[in-house]
């Protein structure tokens, strides 16, 4: 169970727009945009998505941005359906789910020469 979640500023994206949506269908909370402080990433029922250059399921803390470039394309979304345990069902009927990894972790030209 979550209280809130909190993204990054600015315009969304389709990575942690989706991850948002997929929490709040199961925890109708607040979504905040702004940045983390340390007791956001510290607090296991605040989900931060997309922010905070940390990878902590059991804090809710789901961000991509610090893996290595060659690490497999992951987004946020990714990594919220894996912490469900609806990660390898979403690949099976999502088929925009590992382009819009590319996309997000690789930008456009990469993605379009991989595609």
């Given at each position: 169970?979550i209280?809130?979640?909190?993204?990054?500023?600015?315009?969304?994206?389709?990575?942690?727009?989706?991850?948002?949506?997929?929490?709040?269908?199961?925890?109708?909370?607040s979504?905040?945009?702004?940045?983390?402080?340390?007791?956001?990433?510290?607090?296991?029922?605040?989900?931060?998505?997309?922010?905070?250059?940390?990878?902590?399921?059991?804090?809710?803390?789901?961000?991509?941005?610090?893996?290595?470039?060659?690490?497999?394309?992951?987004?946020?979304?990714?990594l919220?359906?894996?912490?469900?345990?609806?990660?390898?069902?979403?690949?099976?009927?999502?088929?925009?789910?590992?382009?819009?990894?590319?996309?997000?972790?690789?930008?456009?030209?990469?993605?379009?020469?991989?595609?």
């Amino acid at each position: 169970m979550i209280k809130l979640i909190i993204t990054h500023p600015g315009s969304a994206h389709k990575d942690d727009f989706l991850a948002c949506c997929v929490l709040i269908a199961e925890n109708p909370v607040s979504i905040h945009r702004k940045d983390p402080d340390s007791e956001d990433l510290d607090d296991s029922f605040v989900a931060v998505i997309d922010i905070g250059d940390r990878h902590e399921p059991n804090k809710k803390n789901f961000d991509h941005h610090q893996f290595p470039r060659d690490r497999v394309p992951t987004c946020s979304l990714s990594l919220v359906l894996q912490d469900l345990g609806l990660y390898d069902d979403a690949r099976s009927f999502c088929d925009w789910l590992e382009t819009a990894e590319w996309f997000d972790r690789r930008g456009a030209n990469a993605t379009a020469n991989w595609l």
